[in-house]
């Protein structure tokens, strides 16, 4: 599943073919929605929240969620039939196996910014006081929470507990104060961390513990377990990670 990083750089590669202001010439692919809502629009605006990818109209919003196995391609075309497909003057984009849905209104009563670990109106202690409120859920579960760390997804979740040394079993309620004021801040650093390795082509050789067999200090890794609610697989060292429970 793309996390948050991952959606700004779709967002700066799209925002690069100058399409605001352009009109949608031609919508396809096999989406339920009224593709015909989209034809003649004008594009306002892109954005990211979290995981979502928002491309701004006069009169609505398309919300594009690429879920777990979600693509796409700008200005080229996949063999597969894409989930929907806009076409530009001179531009075209295309999103595969996505979730799509239309906003109307205004984008401030749907969304929180202050939620999205990626945008400049990040607000860590909204999230501390959220997380605080969470008692008895798993930091693993916690970290997934899109409604306090959008964006954040099971990459970010694994290497953030990794570098503040606690197991993904431990319960919010059980963490120090201090423990759990760096999982909200390095929630946040990791996912800058992420987006340059990212655009550096270099992502994978910073994994510490996600999908490794051993953690930096050699340790042998705790692995392709499901855990939590959210029963997402982690990676975690049980000597380096303290369980707080």
């Not at 015909?36 to 979502?52: A, E, S, Y």
Request: aromatic residues 10%; charged residues 25%; contains cysteine.
């Amino acid at each position: 599943m793309p996390e948050g990083p991952s959606i700004v750089i779709l967002r700066e590669l799209i925002e690069d073919l100058h399409l605001k202001g352009k009109p949608v010439l031609e919508v396809g692919g096999n989406t339920s929605l009224d593709k015909n809502r989209l034809i003649g629009q004008k594009v306002t605006d892109f954005k990211n929240w979290g995981k979502h990818f928002l491309i701004c109209f006069q009169e609505l919003t398309l919300r594009i969620h690429l879920m777990l196995f979600g693509t796409y391609r700008i200005n080229e075309r996949k063999e597969s039939k894409p989930s929907i497909s806009l076409v530009f003057a001179h531009n075209e984009l295309n999103f595969y196996t996505c979730s799509l849905q239309f906003i109307a209104g205004d984008l401030h009563k749907v969304y929180d910014w202050k939620a999205d670990v990626m945008s400049d109106e990040w607000d860590a202690k909204n999230a501390l006081k959220k997380a605080k409120e969470k008692g008895e859920t798993l930091v693993c579960d916690l970290l997934l929470d899109q409604h306090i760390f959008a964006g954040v997804g099971n990459i970010i979740k694994n290497e953030v507990l990794y570098r503040i040394k606690v197991h993904p079993l431990s319960t919010v309620s059980a963490l120090p104060l201090a423990k759990l004021k760096l999982l909200v801040k390095e929630a946040r650093n990791y996912s800058f961390d992420f987006l340059a390795w990212k655009k550096a082509f270099v992502l994978k050789k910073h994994w510490l513990v996600y999908k490794q067999k051993k953690c930096p200090k050699g340790h042998a890794l705790s692995q392709e377990q499901h855990l939590g609610k959210t029963n997402r697989r982690s990676f975690y060292c049980s000597q380096c990670q303290k369980k707080h429970i």
